[in-house]
């Protein structure tokens, strides 16, 4: 997913907008009376969020930015870098205009981390909502808002919501090659700057384990093709059409099974379903990828290329996902393929 988390390969690990979770608790013990804050801090909230309408739930990071003369020595007190929850309200929203539509109260949860980066903890504090009508399929021109209350100061930031793009042929149902390339086509709506294209197949296995044979399914994905426009798109329905060969498709399957099967055990594969993934980045996404920020919890001298913080730090984007139907291979391109991959005990 280099889309959605490419525009956080400026930051320290620390500050990594975190997308998706596998687990997560709401107890929140980094806070008690026997660590206390420096008292030479001053505060600054640096925000980190990028909003999905497709994903129930959204999540949001909030740090303490905070200057002082060491850094490398002040970050050592693990509760440096967090608002403690009790002391910070946040609140997302969904606009039209200069009216609110809706109001959600973000709450706070711990996720489990590694050790790497520059801050000792083992849990990063993040905020998050959920929300099944941030952006239903025929809206436009919604915006997502965000205010940060804290004891000292507001914090707020804006960004437009993109819609999802539609497959041109929405019933397509099979997969195959005119010659030896493959084109695949979408619209994308207004306000969309960036589009990218990904396709997802699976295969399986017949291995032999033991005795007997075992069937494992895989999945790999490979890169279809993007645009960056330089100005969002002004019109709806806007036209993207990506082609790509028989030998792209062959290439990250090979990949695959290298990196990933059993190249000792397996005695035959065949082909399983591929569908494309469509991702669509709003111009907040493209403006701040376009700078070589250098943002950190820890302010420094540098200047910040870009930030779209009220009263802060960081950035607010959005982005919107779609997919295809899961599409079957046609005899034809099955045969193709798996004359291709004979090397490797494909069926054809």
Excluded at 80 to 87: C, G, H, L
Excluded at 189 to 200: D, H, L, P, S, Y
Excluded at 214 to 242: C, Q, S, W
Excluded at 323 to 346: E, N, V
Aim: aromatic residues 16%; negative net charge; proline residues 2%.
């Amino acid at each position: 997913m280099n889309f959605i988390l490419s525009n956080i390969k400026y930051f320290k690990v620390i500050i990594l907008l975190v997308i998706c979770f596998s687990s997560c608790t709401e107890e929140f013990d980094l806070f008690n009376d026997d660590l206390k804050l420096t008292s030479d801090y001053e505060e600054v909230a640096a925000v980190y969020a990028n909003i999905c309408p497709q994903n129930d739930t959204n999540y949001l990071r909030i740090n303490r930015g905070f200057a002082v003369n060491n850094f490398y020595t002040t970050n050592l007190n693990s509760d440096s870098i967090y608002f403690n929850p009790e002391d910070i309200q946040v609140f997302a929203h969904k606009i039209k205009g200069d009216d609110t539509l809706f109001t959600y109260n973000c709450k706070d949860t711990l996720m489990l981390k590694d050790s790497v980066g520059d801050f000792p903890t083992y849990k990063v504090l993040l905020y998050y909502f959920i929300s099944n009508n941030l952006l239903n399929d025929n809206e436009q021109d919604i915006d997502f808002g965000l205010t940060i209350r804290t004891q000292d100061q507001n914090v707020s930031s804006k960004t437009d919501l993109v819609r999802a793009a539609v497959p041109t042929n929405p019933g397509l149902s099979y997969f195959d090659f005119t010659g030896s390339t493959y084109r695949y086509s979408v619209y994308s709506f207004r306000g969309t700057q960036k589009i990218q294209a990904r396709g997802i197949c699976s295969f399986y296995e017949r291995r032999l384990v033991g005795n007997h044979f075992d069937t494992v399914k895989m999945t790999f994905d490979f890169p279809v093709g993007k645009n960056i426009y330089a100005d969002p798109l002004l019109i709806d329905y806007y036209r993207h059409e990506y082609g790509f060969g028989i030998g792209l498709l062959t290439l990250y399957l090979e990949r695959a099974i290298n990196n990933y099967g059993d190249i000792i055990n397996t005695d035959k594969r065949w082909l399983g379903k591929i569908k494309f993934e469509i991702l669509c980045g709003n111009a907040d996404q493209v403006l701040f990828e376009s700078f070589n920020n250098s943002i950190t919890t820890g302010l420094s001298e540098e200047p910040i290329t870009y930030s779209n913080i009220e009263n802060g730090v960081g950035f607010l984007t959005s982005y919107s996902k779609s997919y295809s139907r899961q599409l079957l291979f046609t005899r034809k391109a099955s045969d193709s393929i798996g004359y291709r991959m004979r090397d490797y005990f494909f069926e054809y």
